[in-house]
Every structure is written in structure tokens, then in C-alpha cells.
């Protein structure tokens, strides 16, 4: 291997031995980091489709042009892809030193010893830009150890042409109920014939399930990391989504279940079938770019006069880590740095990662940003005020609850399970998943 | 002496039914051989050694471990296998594979072997049908067969556009717990191109003389392919058969694209590799993926070695 | 045997020399087979129309139409799709094809020896040779990839094409063995026997006997490793991460993005241009399954 080279012996039976002496591996002390003198690669790690890959590869050349010493070799995949790579190298000790993280995963590696924790290497990464609610969203048991690249709320996204088109009111969304809410999204069915739904609905995605225990005043997780949730607020989640299909507003259970994981270009609020949506807000902009032909807002969840305030938080779409294997931690720190703090980032990225969770990275976008942009900015403004704080992290063992919401949540679609068992059973599976991870 | 005549003695000799004189040629012949097979086989070998065994052996280590990919493996002893037993996800995914390989195994192999034999006929236009045919074998795994199967298999694809011609509604065949699995069915056995292709070759092995030889005995046509072709095909229906099994339990791309990776909806698609590789790498269990995956290979060295057995009585060899 | 009764029976390859009688007295069932091939040919076709007229349409009609019919022509994809990446498509198709084209040679040599041995030799522990060779496929490669990783590893192999290929030249596809041994063993044994009296000894009976004769073998195997190769895209993710080594399957990867916006148009235009080759190779190499026994008279 060229930057790590272990023991050579090949023989098959050290080959078990060496899964193993490659998953520990020594970790070197990141507080006695230093910059080399001499000339230091690192390699660098994201995911995605080809614009950002041009996008960040402009970034990584304006950072080699400030440090002359240190050359970036990127490597980059699809999200599928990237993880199956990144647990891969990860597993022989071969993960590279910066990498783009989501949350999903962060606890499962930081949790296991596989990142770099950067509270450790002060003098090379300052992340005091970023409010402190969502620099918390990085830390696990109390150190740093992934600095959040851009943040979002969780926001209903509306199709104000399909309103306009069958003639319904937009309800004022800055201070709708959920009365009000459901009443537009029955109107838009009933007004179209059944041919346009109302709304797309939550029940599949752990941010829209945070947000919606949040404004029953409870969690996913505690702070230790177990899963915290009531029963009832995952069944009453559930039971949300069936009676919207029940009463038409949503589209039927096939219909969802067709549309389920398909990419965003061809899901419901694109195309059209819906008019309403709950969506990470970081999306807003890709839905706008990719159906030209409609008008799209951005608001808040509609909430009741007992709701309680800052159920919303903003979530980091994703993150910066390092490897806690790197050889070249403080270099490592040095790019993160840059990625956060340079006004050059802000401009090379745009909006591509979300919206920066600076301020300072937002006013340098601001006077760049195509009216869907704008509107995404006001939203995540918006979202800032009003936030509580941030809520404890996926914890390490559970990175699948996404995949474990949607199918418990399409066994309730087609009446296999009741959202009471399929809330008893999720809530088991997810809190043995965090257990067997110890 | 006739082609169906020769079979006949042949089959009913088998493959043991040596002369005393052969089996002594045989046994001067062997040491010749083998050294001639170390030869033969070095490549092979050196492989075995050198690449393959060792990730299985660690593998197999790894299965009796709570290996999560980013720390050291713990030995469990058998707590993995424990698991399986009380695995109600395991038991879906094992009767979703099971339902796959056994439906869709035949179907593809009788549609493959059958166009093979319409295409050996020696039809005009011969190559072009064979090509067209073997297309669909080509975009087996891109990501647009995704995209294209909810276009044809949807609640407004194609497939309801047909039936609604007889004024029959359709379900949303993709999105449907009970019929997800029967599109990825549909699949598999429209991508029969690689079997076809291998029982075409296999068919230009089998010498014209028997044919010939068996006209002039007066045997049909049908006659010709049961007592003729078949036979001589046998071994290579046997291979497609095999492998045929070894791959569909082991089918991992279609049900992945087609199902965004989550084996829905609600884990009616989900096959074994799925869920050994969600357990693997969505769930950091390796460990306990290695366990599912020697499990896997018990289940298909069994159904082989069954097929190995099976074949004694109707696999023809000419040696 | 003689070249007359080959032609008579060999229709596909001299059709004008097959006697006129047998000609109309099949006319009928010919036709009916011709209807029943064009019906199949046309399921078979569909995907592969629906993804050049999806190819040649705006993105966001792709989604909305299942039919062939094209509203607005649009070539833009292609040009696009070529370019779109961070080097133009052809470099990632010269990239496939290196590894491609070490694979089937490896392929080829390799496999067809082992299958040699398999098929004519008797030794010792034959058996469970074999039944060991056809173990090594059926642990899914999802739980082989770390150890691969790490053994890869160390030897220095990450970021190069060693890792898809050695492994070819080294025979541990076990479908193309098992193919081969299969076919040799079609071959009648008299062909060796008569080789072996004129003195040749295995090296020459391999050589000038058995690889002739399992043309169409070859064919197959060269066809699939070609195809199976330039489509897989697991291993070329996991071995390679370097973008300028990125293969075919890896690049197409890079025009979707589950959670942004992605470029179907040129995803299909550039899938349309990577099954171009696959598509050449599998034309030029079906000549090559007609050969074998049957057309080389049997002797």
C-alpha cells in the first residue's frame, strides 16, 4: 500500500489476523500534531453527483494555491456507492484523511475510534463560525469530531402553481394549523378530481419523525444515545400519514410505495402529483431546478396553540471529518479549515451542500443566489430563530433507521402491521440495533 | 451403425463400463497425467492459494466474530448463529430466494433452451434474432432497468395499458408486497440471453452425423431431439442448471436497483445477498453478514451437490 | 463425411445450396417461427428503444412516457453527457477496455487449461478439486471485499487494474472452468485418442485438438467475460478510487444523485454510447459460436 504499509505476510491464515491489525491500527495522538516541512498529500473523500465534483474540486485547488506544500488527491462516488467504499477502506485501515460525512453514519464511526477527534487540533481548525446548536450536531460524547457544512430545517414545501391551477387559497404558512393545513390538502384533491393529491406525507424519513416528537415535546434519542421516543408519538406519527391516504388528501399506498427511494427528479413533487411535501429543506432547490414549470415555497410545519415553541432545529445536510488514522492530522484539520472558513468555499460550493450554516459563508452567497436560493436562505433564517436546540445525534448502531422506518411504515400502508405494533417493533429493533453496537 | 442405436450403448454402458484393457491403459496413463495436470492447473492453483482462500478463510473466522468493520473482531462462538435462529427478517429473505430460484430457474432455462432450439434451426436472419435476443442481457444491470421498471410495471405502466384493453384494472406491480417479487421474476427470465447463448454453442458441438444417420433410420424430428439432442445437450443443460442456481440464489443487482436497496416494499424483494449486505454494510454487522453468507453457501453447496447427484441419471457424457 | 451434406444441412451458412424441395416443404412452419421471433424480439427490444428515444429526449420527459414516440428531438444529451464529467467519456471507455480486454485474455488462458486438466486428465483429489472450484462462488462478494481490500492492500494493488485482472489470469472464475470442462468433455474422446497414437502428448492434444474444437466455448466465454466486465460495477468502485482510473460503470455512477438533482438524459445518452462496444463484440463474436464440431465435419 502506498501510504500505510503494513506487514506483508500474505499467508490465508494471517489474512484473518490482518482484517483485524487493520481495523485497529495505532492511531497516532492527534494533540502532538503538527505541519510537516516537507511536502504532504492527502486524499480527500465525498459524495455525489458531477457538480459537485467540479464545484469541490475548484475548492480544493484554490486550497492548494494557499498552501504550496500540500496537494489533495480527491476521490468521489454516488451516496450508495461511497459508503460501501468508505467502510471498506475504513475496515483496512485505508480511510481517507478528510472525509464528507452524513449524520446517519457519524456516531457509528466516531463511536468506534474511526475518526479524528478535531477539538484535539485547535491551532490548525477554528469551527467558532457556526452557531452553536449545529457545531453540537458534529459532537459525539462531548468532543468534535465533524464540522457541519450546510443545515436545513424540515419544511413543507408547497407547489403554489397546482394551488393557483384549481383555484384554492394558499393558507397563510406562517401561521397555519394543522386544521388549516389538512383543509388545503383536501381542497387541492377534491378540486383536481382526485387527479393531484393534496400532499405527500411523512412516515418513512427519522428527520420528519425528530421534528414531529419534537412538537409532542419528545425525542428519538436521549443524550445517552438509547432510544427515548413514546410508543404513542411513533404510532400517532403513523396514524397522521393513514388517515391522510384514508381521507384522499395523500395519494394511496401502492402509489407511495411506487414512488418510494425513487430519485427526487421523478418523485411527486416534481412531477406534480402532489401539491404539498415534507421535505429536508436542502432539497428545495433541486426540486425548483428540476421542475422548471412550477412555482415552489418553502415554510414551516403548521403548528397548534399548544405546540411548543423551537420544535424546529436546523440539521446539517452534511459534514467534514477526518481520519483519526490520518499520518497527517494537522494538514487534515488545515483543509477543514479552509472548507469552513474561506468566503472562496462559500462562492466555489453555492448552495450545492445546502445552506452554509454560517453567517459568514451566507452573506457571501447571498448577492449569488437564483430566487429558489433566496427563498431557501429566508427559510433556513427563519428556521435559526425559531430553533430549540439541537437534538442528540443518530447514535452509533442505529445508521438504519431510515431504512427500518420505511419498512415498517410500508407495512402499515398495506395493512400488515398497525402503527401501535409497528411502532412496538421499530422502537425494539432500533434500541437492539444500539445495543448490540455497544 | 445408426446415431440413436450408438446412444443406446453408450447410455447403457454409463461412464463406468470401462474393458479391463482400458482400465490398464488408464492406470499407465496416470502418472503422465498428473503431472501434466500440476501443470494444467498451476494457474488455477496458484489462484486458490494466492487470492481466493484466504478472504474466504477470514470470512469463515469472521463469522464467529461481532466484527463491525471498524474495531477488532471478537470471538462469539456460536452467538451468530443463535441470532439466525430467532431472525424473522432472515426467514423472509430466505423464502423470498427460495420462491426466486425455484420459479424462475426452470421458466428461464425452458425459454432459453427453447429459443435455442427455434434459433438452431438454422432460420433466416439467424444472427440478427439472436442478437435481438440477447439484448435485454445486456442492460441486466443498468440503473435504467429501474427506472424502466416502474414505467412498464406501474400502476399507469405499459403492462396495465395492455390490460386495461380488456378492461382489466391492474395493480401497481412494482409497489405491491404480493407481486414485487413476480416483476423481479419477470426479470430475471427475460434476461435469459446467457444461458440461450451457452445452449446455442452447445448445440454446434453435437456432430451433424447423428442427424444425418438418424433421418435415414427413418426417426422424426421429435424423436431426433429427444433421443439425440437432448442427450448431447445434457451436459450443458446440466452446467446452465447449476450455475443457473448458483447465481439466482445468489442474486443480489436487479432486486437492488429495482428496490432502491431496501428489498421493499416491506422486505417482499428482499433476497439473501440483500440482507446479508444490509446487515454487512448499512448495519455494521460483518460479523454476523460472514455467518449469513456461509449459511448461503451450505444452502447452495447442497441444492449443487443434489444436482451433482441427480445428474448420474440423466447427464450423458461421451467419455 | 463430405462438404454436400454439410451445406444441406448447414442452411444459415450456404442457404442457396440446400435442394428446392426442402425448401418450400418448410416454407410453412419457417414462417410461423418468424412471426413468433419477431413477437419475442420485440419485448426483448423495448427497453432498449425506450432508453435511446429517452436518450434523445428532454429530462423531464423521460419519466412521463413510457411510449417510443418522441415529442422534441434532442441530441443535445450526447455531446453533453461526453463532456460532462471531469474528462470526456472516451477515457473512461479506453479505461474499461484495458480492463476488459485483460480479463478475457486472462480468461481464456487460464480458465481453458484448468478446464483441460478438469475434463481429460485423471489425478488424484479430482473431485475435490472440483467440487473446492466451484465452492470459491458461492460466498457472495459482499463479505469477501474487506479481506480482497486488505490483501490488495498490501500487495500495492489499490489504484491500479491488478485487482480485476490477476485474479482472471489466475482462473478463479469457476463459471468459465465449469463451462469449458463441460464442453471438453462433449468432445469425443477418439479425436485424442488418434492424436495421442500419433505421439502428441498433452501440451499438442490441448493445443492443436481440444481448442479448435471448443471454438464456440471460447466464443461464449470471451462474449460474457466481455460483457460481465464492462458492466461490473462493485469491485472497479472498491479497487479503484482514483477519478482518472474510473471505469465505465464507476463515471455512469456519477450523472445520478439520489438526493439532487441528477442528469437522466445524459446517463441514458452515455449508457446508449458504453453499450456500443459490448454490442459490437457480441456481433463479431457469435460468428465465432457457429463454429465447432458440427461445421469441422466432426473430425
Known sequence: MRRRARRGALAATALALSVSVAGCGIAPDPADAELSDEDVTLTMTWWGADARHQSTLDAIKLFEEEHPTIHVEPTYADWGGYWDRLATTAAAGDMPDVVQFDQLYLSSYAGRGALLDLDAVPEFLDASSLPDNVLASGEVDGSLYAVPIGVAGNGV??????????????PDTDTWTWEEFDAAAQAITEASGGKVRGLSPFGADSFSLEVFARQQGDQIFDDEGDVAIDPATVAAYWQRELDWIESGAAPDAASLSEKAGVPLDQGDTVVGNTAMAFIAAGQFTAIAAAAPDFEYEVADWPAD???????????????????????????????????????????AFGTDRGIPASEAFQEALEPTLDEPAKKLLDFTKLVGERSGDAPPITPNGASEIETMLSRYNQQIQFGQLSPQEAAAGFIEELQSAVDAAG | MSAIGELRTLRRDGRGGLTADQKQALAKERRRDSKAAAVFLAPWLLGLVGITIGPMVASLYLAFTDYNLLQDPNFTGLENIQRMLGDERLGKSLLATLTYVVVSVPIQLAVALGLALLLDRGIRGLALYRSVLYLPSLLGASVAIAVLWRLVFGREGLVNAFLGLFGIQGPAWVAEPDTALGTLIVLHVWTFGAPMVIFLA????????????????????????????????????????????????????????????????ADSTLFFSLYLYQEGFAGFRMGYASALAWLLLIIIGAFTALNFWASKYWVFYDD | MTT?????????????????????????????????????????????????TSSLRPNDEIFTSPGLLIDTFDLSHYPDGWNALSKPFGSYLLNSALVVLGSVVGNLVSCSMAAYAFARLQFRAK??????????????????????????????????YLPLIVPKLLATDAFFVFLMVQFVRGIPRELDEAARIDGAGHARIFLQVILPLMVPALATTTIFTFIWTWNDFFSQLIFVTDPDLYTVPVALRQFIDAQSQSDFGALFAMSVVSLIPVFLVFLFGQRFLLRGIATTGGK
Do not use: C
Not at chain 1, 322 to 328: D, F, L, M, N, R
Not at chain 2, 233 to 246: A, D, E, K, M, R
Not at chain 3, 133 to 153: D, E, G, K, R, S
Open chain 1, 157 to 170: 414545501v408547497v407547489n403554489t402553481s397546482l394551488f393557483e391551477k384549481y383555484d384554492v387559497p394558499v
Open chain 1, 305 to 347: 396553540a399548544d405546540t411548543p415553541e423551537g420544535f424546529q432545529y436546523p440539521k446539517p445536510s452534511m459534514y467534514w471529518a477526518a481520519s483519526s488514522q490520518s499520518e497527517h492530522p494537522a494538514e487534515a484539520a488545515l483543509l477543514i479549515d479552509f472548507l469552513v472558513n474561506d468566503p472562496q468555499v462559500a462562492r
Open chain 2, 202 to 265: 452447445g448445440l454446434r458441438q453435437i456432430p451433424r452425423q447423428y442427424y444425418d444417420a438418424a433421418s435415414t433410420d427413418g426417426a422424426n424430428k421429435w424423436q431426433q431431439l429427444r433421443k439425440i439432442t437432448l442427450p448431447l445437450l445434457s451436459p450443458i443443460i446440466f452446467f446452465n442448471l447449476v450455475l443457473g442456481l448458483i447465481g439466482s440464489f445468489q442474486s443480489f443487482t436487479q432486486a437492488f436497483i429495482v428496490s432502491n436497496g431496501s428489498g421493499g416494499p
Open chain 3, 4 to 52: 454436400e451434406t454439410l451445406a444441406t444441412t448447414e442452411p444459415t451458412t450456404q442457404p442457396g445450396k440446400r435442394p428446392l424441395v426442402v425448401r418450400q416443404r418448410r416454407r410453412r412452419p419457417r414462417i410461423l417461427a418468424h412471426v413468433g421471433l419477431v413477437l419475442v424480439a420485440i419485448v426483448m427490444l423495448y427497453p432498449l428503444l425506450w432508453m435511446v
Open chain 3, 127 to 160: 473431485t475435490v478439486a472440483f467440487a473446492a472450484m466451484l465452492l470459491t462462488i458461492m460466498l457472495p462478494v459482499h463479505v469477501l471485499i474487506i479481506p480482497q481490500y486488505v490483501m490488495f492492500a498490501q500487495l500495492g494493488w489499490i489504484n491500479t
